[in-house]
C-alpha cells in the first residue's frame, strides 16, 4: 500500500486503485461490472437511480457506489444477494410505468434496462392491474426525439446540457412520478453538441430522428473509425447494415473526445454511401479515357512521373491518410513538389465542458499528417501553381469550378478518386481510390496523435487505397523496389513516421509528434 | 400553554410560556419578557463557551433526527477563513406536526434571539430562516419581528452594540414538504428544485453556496436562549426518564382527542398522561385506536404501546416507533386505518422529489396498491407486495422520504392486519368507489 | 386580493426591481433570488406566465428552462391563470380523519367550481386540496390567497366566502 492507492476487495477480487476512486470504477478494474444507469464517467454523478447500490461489510446501509470512496481494506459486495435483490427492486420499479415497447424502439439491442433486466430483473411484473403514465412523445428539435414513456430519469441528458454544454435548456418539470425531462418551449436542442443526449440516455427516451427505424442495433456492424470532419480527431463508431453506413457515433477517447461528438460530425456520413463511385480506372487514349485495368495504369503513372522533369502539384482532400500522402510524395522523390491540403474553414465550436474539445475551424481529418509529411503548403498557391506544372496529381480533393479551370491548364492530371472530376480535360489517368471508410489508415489530429480507422465497407469495383496506386507505381520504377502489403507497412515505411505501425496505436492512437496548432493559409 | 387551550398543571412550560399573549410578538413585549438578555450573554461568551452550554444541557434536534445541538455546532470548522451559513429549518410539513407554527406566530423574537446565539455558536454572520410557503402568516409575524429586531439594532452590523454582524433573513418557500431535509432546504435557499443531496460532503464542510453551514429546527434554536440564561444544568435536570432525553419538548397533538393542540411537556412524561390528562382523552364513548406519535414518518403504536410508553427519544424507541418531530396524530376506534395509511402514502407520492427510483415510483404504486384494497378490488398477495415494495424503499434512496411512506405501511400491516384482511375478505364494504 | 396585471405587463417594474436588487445584497448568487421573484411575478400577474418566466431568467442570469424546473418543483406557483380567490384545503390524514372532505365538497359547492382545481364561471374562486398545512389541531385549516383560516367547518364555509368577493 502506497500513500497514493488503497487496496480493497471486490466481490473476492483484490484490487489497488488510486486514492478517491469511485467504488464502480474500482469494480471495473476488479473486472466486475456494477449496473448503474444515471452515473457516467465524463458527467457529475447525482446517484439518483439506485442502480449501483453495493454491499460494503461494517457500513450499516448499502451505498451507491458511484459517489462512494474506495477505501483501504473495504470488503464489496456486488453480487450478495441483498445488493441483487436492491437491483432486482429498481429494474422492477423501473419498468412498473415503462411502455415495453422494445419492438419498436431504436435502442432495443443496445438498451441498458433491457440488458440489465435480462440480466438480473424478474421475468413477470407484479403492478399488472394498473394503468401506466403516459406523455406525448415530445421534439426537443434539430435530430432529438424525446419519449418519454421511456424515460428513466437518470438524468443524464440534463447535466450534459448543464455541466458539458453549459446551456441550459432541458430539466427536469414536476416531481414524484409526474416528473418528466422538459425544454423550454421557446427554445429547441439545437446546440452543436445536443447529439451526443441520445448516445447518454441509457434507454429509448432520447432518439436520433435521422436513425428513427433506419435498423435494429443487432443488425448492425461497428466499425472503429475516426471523425474526418475537422482536426479534432473524435473517435467514433461507424454502424452499417449492409454495407450501408446509418449512423455514426462517438467512441471514448479520454485524450480526444472524452464520450462526445458534435453534431455536425455525426451528421457527415452520406458522402459515404455514394452511388456515383468511380469504379474503374481509365487511362488517356485515342479515343479520350479508356477503362483499363490496374497494371497499365499504375505504368502509366509511373511514366507520367518518370517523363517530366518539371514542377509537379499535388491537391489533397482532407480525409487522404497519412499513408498515401507519405506514398505519393515518395513516389515524385526527385521531382519539385508543391503538396497542399483543401482546408474548408468553419466556425469553431468548443464544447465548453471539456478542456481541448472542440469542432475545430479547420474542417480536414488529416491536416496535420500532411504538414508532417511536408505537405503543408498554401492551398490556393499549389492551385495556382498547376498551370506551369507538367503534371498535377489529384488526390479526392473537390474542386470550384474557378478552380478547375486552373488546373485544367497544368500539363497533364493524375486523378486518385473517390469520384471522378469529370471537367478535366487534361486529365491522363482516372483511378478509382477507397474513402476513408473502405480502407484502413491513418489520420493524424491537432495534438500530433495518430489514429487508425479501419475499413467499414468493402470497396467499390475496383477501387485500392491511393497509398497502394503510389506505391505500386513507385515500385514499377525500379526493381529492386517492393511495394508495402499492407497500411500498416506503408505508414512504417515513412521516415517521418519511423517504423510506427497500426498496431502500436492501438484503438485510442498516440501522440507521435505534437504539432504547433498552426493556422492554415 | 397547551395552545390553545390553558395550561395544564402536567406541563412544563418554557417556549410555550407566552404562546396566545399578542404583546410578547413585539420587540418591546419580548424584552418585558426577559427578551434578548440571553443574547447579549451570549455576546460577551467564547464560542467555545456557547457550545459547551449547549452541549451539557444536553439539547437535541427537535426536527425529527434527535442529533445532539451542542455536537452539530462543534462540527463547524474554526479558522477556516470561510463565510459560515446558519439555516433554520422552519418548513415544518410533516403531518401532525405544527409546533414551530406556534413559536413563530407567538414567540418570533424568541427564534430570532435563538438564531443569533445559534449564528455566536458557529461562527457565522448570516442565518436564513426557511419558512414553508404555506405559512403565510407565521411569515408575517416573523418578518416583522425582524424589521423591529433590526431597526433597534439587536440584529445588523453592531448586533447590540457589540461589534458583531448578525444578519437575519426570512426566505419564503413554496409548497414542497421535502424541503424540510436539510440538504434540500439550502437548494432551495440557492433557488434550485428542492432535491435532497448526497450526504458526504456534510454541510459541516460544505453547504449552503457550499460554505459551512448549521441546520437547526426552530424550535431547537428557540430553547438556547433559556439554556443561556438558566444554565445547561437545569436544562439538563428537566427530564423525567432517560438522561439522554433532556429539556422540555413540543407536541403537537392532533387527531381524536378532546383538546388538540399544542403541549409543552418535560421529557419523558408518560404518553398515557399526554393523551388521557392533557389532551382529554378520547371524544365521547370513543376508545384509542392507534398513535402515530413522532410526525407521519413513523411507525404506529398500538394502545398496548402507547400504555408504558415515556415520551422521550429512548422511551418511544422502545415502544417500536420515534419521538420525530413531536407531532402526534391519535386516532379513535372509529378510524378507517387503511384509509388514513392510504393517504399518508398519497402525500409521500405528492411530495416524492422525483430523483430517486425507489422513491419516485415505490410511493405512487404503494398508493396505488393502497387505493386498490380500499376498492375492495385487493388481492390476497397485496399485503405481501406492499412489505416487499416497502422493503425495496427502505434505506434505498438519498433521503429518508422513501422510508417514511414504508413506515406506517409496515407497522401498519404488521400491527393492524385485520383493517387490512377487512378489505380484501369484503368484510367491511368498499370505500373510494368512485376512483 | 388586488386585480392583477395582464402576463404580457413586466414584473419587474421599478418597484418590484428595486426590492429584486435590494434581496440580492442578501446572497451570494443570483439565482438563490429565484423563489423570492418567482413569488414577485405571481404576486404582479396572479400565476408565473412564460412571458414572466423569461423575464426572471434574463434578470437572474439563468435559462428558462432552468427556471421552469424549479417552479414545476413548488406546488404553490400556478403555471397557469387561477380564480382571483384561490383557496387550498387541507385534507391530509390528521384533517382527513376529522372532517375535511365534508369542508371541501362545501367549498366546491358554495364557489360553483364543481371539480377540484377548476375555476368557478364568474372567474371568482379556484379550490384545490393540498397536502398538511401544518396547522393539524385547527380542522380543517385553508387557505384564501395569503389568509390562513383556521377550523373552517362545512357550516361556516359559507359565510367566509361572503369576505371574499
Not at chain 1, 256 to 285: K, P, Q, S
Not at chain 1, 377 to 390: E, F, G, L, M, R
Not at chain 1, 437 to 461: H, K, M, S
Not at chain 2, 191 to 207: E, T
Amino acid at each position: 500500500m502506497s500513500d497514493a492507492t488503497v487496496s480493497l476487495s471486490i466481490d473476492g477480487m483484490d484490487v489497488t486503485v488510486p486514492k478517491g476512486t469511485m467504488l464502480i470504477e474500482a469494480a471495473k478494474q476488479a473486472g466486475v461490472v456494477v449496473p448503474h444507469y444515471c452515473y457516467h464517467p465524463s458527467l457529475p454523478s447525482p446517484a439518483v437511480c439506485r442502480m449501483c447500490l453495493v454491499e460494503v461489510e461494517k457500513l450499516p446501509k448499502m451505498v451507491p457506489a458511484c459517489v462512494t470512496t474506495a477505501g483501504e481494506g473495504q470488503v464489496v459486495h456486488v453480487h450478495s444477494p441483498a445488493a441483487k435483490k436492491a437491483r432486482e427492486g429498481v429494474l422492477e420499479f423501473l419498468l412498473i410505468n415503462h411502455p415495453l415497447d422494445c419492438p419498436i424502439c431504436d435502442q432495443a439491442g443496445e438498451c441498458e434496462l433491457q440488458d440489465f433486466v435480462f440480466q438480473e430483473g424478474q421475468a413477470g411484473t407484479r403492478y399488472a392491474d394498473y394503468p401506466k403514465r403516459f406523455n406525448p412523445v415530445e421534439d426537443f428539435g434539430h435530430d432529438v426525439l424525446y419519449i418519454p414513456n421511456r424515460c428513466i430519469l437518470c438524468t443524464r441528458c440534463v447535466r450534459f446540457m448543464d455541466h458539458v454544454a453549459e446551456e441550459s435548456v432541458l430539466t427536469v418539470s414536476e416531481r414524484g412520478d409526474r416528473a418528466t425531462i422538459s425544454i423550454d418551449p421557446a427554445h429547441r436542442l439545437d446546440h452543436q453538441w445536443a447529439g451526443n443526449v441520445v448516445d447518454l440516455c441509457p434507454v429509448g427516451s432520447l432518439v436520433s430522428k435521422d436513425f428513427l427505424h433506419k435498423a435494429r442495433a443487432w443488425d448492425l456492424d461497428k466499425t472503429a473509425s475516426v471523425c474526418p470532419g475537422c482536426t479534432q480527431g473524435c473517435n467514433i463508431m461507424v454502424d452499417t447494415r449492409d454495407e450501408v453506413v446509418v449512423r455514426l457515433r462517438p467512441r471514448p477517447n479520454l485524450e480526444v473526445n472524452r464520450h462526445f461528438i458534435c453534431d455536425t460530425g455525426r451528421a457527415d456520413y452520406r458522402w459515404m454511401n455514394r452511388g456515383d463511385r468511380l469504379e474503374e480506372a481509365a487511362v488517356r487514349g485515342e479515343q479520350g479515357l479508356e477503362g483499363t485495368a490496374w497494371e497499365s495504369t499504375l505504368e502509366r503513372v509511373a511514366a507520367l512521373v518518370a517523363e517530366g522533369e518539371g514542377a509537379v502539384t499535388v491537391l489533397l482532400g482532407g480525409r487522404v491518410s497519412t499513408e498515401s500522402i507519405g506514398w505519393i510524395l515518395r513516389l515524385l522523390s526527385g521531382r519539385r513538389v508543391t503538396a497542399a491540403m483543401r482546408v474548408p474553414l468553419g466556425d469553431e465550436v468548443p464544447l465548453a465542458g471539456m478542456a481541448n474539445l472542440a469542432l475545430r475551424a479547420e474542417r480536414a481529418a488529416n491536416l496535420h499528417g500532411a504538414q508532417l509529411l511536408g505537405a503543408g503548403a498554401d492551398w490556393h498557391a499549389a492551385v495556382a501553381s498547376a498551370p506551369d506544372t507538367d503534371l498535377v496529381i489529384l488526390v479526392d480533393a473537390p474542386l470550384s469550378d474557378t478552380e478547375l479551370a486552373v488546373v485544367a491548364r497544368a500539363g497533364a492530371v493524375v486523378q486518385l478518386s473517390t469520384v471522378a472530376e469529370p471537367g478535366l480535360e487534361n486529365t491522363a489517368v482516372l483511378a478509382p481510390i477507397t474513402s476513408m471508410v473502405e480502407e484502413q489508415g491513418v489520420f493524424i489530429n491537432r495534438d500530433g496523435r495518430a489514429q487508425r480507422f479501419l475499413p467499414a465497407r468493402t470497396p467499390p469495383g475496383m477501387a485500392r487505397p491511393a497509398w497502394w496506386v503510389a506505391a505500386n507505381a513507385w515500385a514499377l520504377a525500379d526493381e529492386a523496389r517492393t511495394a508495402p502489403a499492407t497500411a500498416s507497412e506503408a505508414l512504417a515505411a515513412l521516415p517521418a513516421l519511423d517504423g510506427l505501425t497500426h498496431a502500436q496505436l492501438g484503438f485510442t492512437g498516440r501522440v507521435i509528434a505534437p504539432v504547433a496548432a498552426g493556422g492554415v493559409r | 400553554m397547551g395552545y390553545p387551550h390553558p395550561i395544564h398543571p402536567k406541563e412544563t412550560p418554557v417556549l410555550s410560556t407566552h404562546f396566545g399573549e399578542m404583546e410578547a410578538r413585539s420587540l418591546e413585549g419580548w424584552v418585558a419578557r426577559g427578551g434578548y438578555v440571553a443574547l447579549r450573554q451570549a455576546l460577551e461568551m467564547t464560542t467555545e463557551a456557547i457550545v459547551d452550554e449547549v452541549k451539557a444541557s444536553g439539547l437535541r434536534g427537535r426536527g425529527g433526527a434527535g442529533f445532539p445541538c451542542g455536537m452539530k455546532w462543534g462540527f463547524m470548522p474554526k479558522d477556516d477563513g470561510r463565510p459560515h451559513y446558519l439555516c433554520c429549518n422552519a418548513d415544518e410539513s410533516e403531518p401532525g406536526t405544527f409546533k414551530d407554527r406556534e413559536i413563530i406566530r407567538w414567540t418570533p423574537h424568541a427564534l430570532i434571539e435563538g438564531c443569533a446565539i445559534g449564528c455566536l455558536g458557529i461562527r457565522a454572520e448570516t442565518c436564513f430562516i426557511f419558512i414553508r410557503g404555506e405559512y403565510t402568516e407565521p411569515a408575517e409575524i416573523l418578518e416583522r419581528a425582524v424589521a423591529e429586531a433590526y431597526a433597534a439594532g439587536v440584529i445588523g452590523p453592531d448586533a447590540c452594540g457589540s461589534g458583531k454582524r448578525i444578519d437575519i433573513f426570512v426566505h419564503r418557500g413554496a409548497g414542497a414538504y421535502i424541503c424540510g431535509e436539510e440538504t434540500a432546504l439550502m437548494n432551495a435557499i440557492e433557488g434550485k428544485r428542492g432535491n435532497p443531496r448526497i450526504k458526504p460532503p456534510f454541510p459541516a464542510v460544505s453547504g449552503l453556496f457550499g460554505m459551512p453551514t448549521t441546520i437547526n429546527n426552530v424550535e431547537t434554536l428557540a430553547a438556547v436562549p433559556h439554556i443561556i440564561t438558566r444554565g445547561a444544568a437545569w436544562y439538563a435536570g428537566l427530564s423525567l426518564s432517560s438522561p439522554k432525553s433532556t429539556g422540555t419538548k413540543l407536541i403537537s397533538v392532533c387527531g381524536h382527542v378532546q383538546r388538540p393542540g399544542t403541549y409543552e411537556i418535560t421529557m419523558g412524561l408518560p404518553m398515557q398522561e399526554l393523551i388521557f390528562d392533557l389532551c382529554g382523552g378520547m371524544r365521547e364513548g370513543r376508545t384509542l385506536k392507534a398513535v402515530i406519535p413522532g410526525g407521519s414518518s413513523v411507525p404506529i403504536m398500538t394502545p398496548e404501546e402507547v400504555a408504558g410508553c415515556a415520551t422521550d427519544y429512548e422511551g418511544i424507541a422502545a415502544s417500536g416507533s420515534l419521538l420525530g418531530s413531536g407531532g402526534m396524530i391519535v386516532m379513535d376506534d372509529s378510524t378507517d386505518l387503511v384509509y388514513q395509511i392510504m393517504r399518508l402514502a398519497r402525500f409521500y407520492a405528492h411530495e416524492s422529489c422525483a430523483q430517486c427510483t425507489n422513491c419516485r415510483e415505490g410511493t405512487a404504486w404503494t398508493t396505488r396498491i393502497l387505493e386498490r384494497i380500499l376498492r375492495g378490488e385487493g388481492k390476497s398477495a397485496d399485503l405481501d407486495l406492499l412489505l416487499d415494495l416497502a422493503d425495496n424503499m427502505t434505506g434505498r434512496t438519498i433521503c429518508v422520504l422513501a422510508d417514511s411512506c414504508a413506515a406506517p405501511v409496515i407497522s401498519g400491516i404488521q400491527k393492524f392486519r385485520p383493517d387490512f384482511d377487512a378489505y380484501l375478505t369484503g368484510a367491511r364494504a368498499p370505500v373510494m368507489v368512485e376512483a | 386580493m388586488t386585480e392583477h396585471a395582464t402576463p404580457t405587463e413586466p414584473v419587474f417594474t421599478t418597484e418590484r426591481k428595486a426590492r429584486l436588487e435590494a434581496l440580492a445584497t442578501r446572497y451570494p448568487t443570483r439565482q438563490a433570488l429565484l423563489l423570492p421573484a418567482l413569488w414577485m411575478a405571481q404576486q404582479a400577474h396572479g400565476w408565473i406566465s412564460p412571458e414572466a418566466i423569461e423575464e426572471i431568467a434574463t434578470e437572474l442570469e439563468l435559462t428558462p428552462a432552468y427556471v421552469r424546473g424549479v417552479l414545476t418543483f413548488y406546488t404553490m406557483y400556478h403555471t397557469h391563470p387561477v380564480g382571483r380567490h384561490f383557496i387550498q384545503v387541507c385534507t391530509t390524514s390528521p384533517c382527513n380523519m376529522c372532517g375535511a372532505e365534508d369542508v371541501v365538497a362545501a367549498l366546491l359547492d358554495h364557489t360553483g367550481c364543481g371539480d377540484l382545481g377548476a375555476t368557478s364561471p364568474d372567474g371568482r374562486f379556484t379550490v384545490i386540496e393540498v397536502e398538511c398545512l401544518g396547522a393539524c389541531a385547527f380542522v380543517t385549516p385553508i387557505l384564501i390567497n395569503d389568509d390562513f383560516i383556521e377550523s373552517v367547518t362545512p357550516d361556516t364555509v359559507a359565510d367566509l366566502l361572503a369576505r371574499y368577493p
